[in-house]
């Protein structure tokens, strides 16, 4: 059975930043693509960044870029967003997401709030 697991959401204040974790198992983890989704209320969910199998190659959203990084570690299973300079338009559920060739993956998300 395949379980992704994300952690590390809070309330934050403007400014400042979270790391989102995302555990995988039951899953190949090495071959999927792994993204960071969010959707906030009234919104439609949106892609916030991926990488790809083996770390080769990173994407960002342009209303994020600059301010996330995404890593993986294979070892362990788990993918990582780290978040910065957050403000309150970030506020939103981040999911985790795996995907291979046509299949996929969700989480069942972290809630992110930023605010003073």
């Known amino acids: 059975q395949v379980q992704l697991v994300e952690s590390g959401g809070a309330l934050v204040q403007p400014g400042g930043s979270l790391r989102l974790s995302c555990a995988a198992s039951g899953l190949t983890f090495n071959i999927y693509t792994m993204s960071w989704y969010r959707q906030a209320p009234g919104k439609e969910r949106e892609l916030v960044a991926s990488i790809t199998r083996f770390g080769d190659s990173t994407a960002y959203a342009d209303s994020m870029k600059g301010r996330l990084t995404i890593s993986r570690d294979d070892a362990k299973n788990t993918v990582t967003l780290q978040m910065d300079s957050l403000t309150p338009e970030d506020t939103a559920v981040y999911y985790c997401?795996?995907?291979?060739?046509?299949?996929?993956?969700w989480g069942q998300g972290t809630q992110v709030t930023v605010s003073s």
């Open positions: 997401k795996a995907t291979f060739l046509k299949t996929s993956y």
